[in-house]
């Protein structure tokens, strides 16, 4: 059974950083494209960043220089480095997976389309 736990959310005040996991169980990540979305109140959701089974990433424009993508595929687990943390970064985090999407695909596509998804996280930036 495919599952995707996202942890390390939290409150943080602007300028600050965050740590986001997600412990993927029932496949392996290293196969497969993992990405982060996020969702912000009444706003659709839109993909922060993704890296595909060769490690290639991409991210969106407005994480760029600012947040780390990343995997322990011996942990079977993604996570996302956040820097220089804003306040219009605040937002559920959710962790994502599928098999044939690419990387730059899922961001572009705001993950529309990955097969399995985390629940997850709840980051929340103050200024």
């Known amino acids: 059974q495919v599952q995707l736990v996202e942890s390390g959310g939290g409150s943080v005040q602007t300028g600050g950083s965050l740590s986001l996991s997600c412990a993927a169980s029932g496949f392996s990540i290293s196969r497969n494209c993992m990405g982060w979305f996020r969702q912000a109140p009444g706003k659709e959701r839109a993909g922060v960043a993704a890296?595909?089974?060769?490690?290639?990433?991409t991210y969106a424009n407005s994480v760029k220089g600012r947040f780390t993508i990343s995997r322990d595929n011996a942990k079977n687990t993604l996570y996302l480095e956040m820097n220089s943390l804003k306040p219009e970064d605040t937002a559920m985090y959710y962790c994502?997976?599928?098999?044939?999407?690419?990387?730059?695909?899922?961001?572009?596509?705001?993950?529309?389309?990955?097969?399995?998804w985390g629940k997850g996280t709840l980051v929340t930036i103050s200024s």
């Open positions: 994502a997976a599928d098999s044939w999407i690419t990387a730059s695909i899922a961001i572009k596509r705001d993950g529309n389309g990955m097969a399995y």
């Open positions: 890296i595909d089974g060769d490690g290639s990433t």
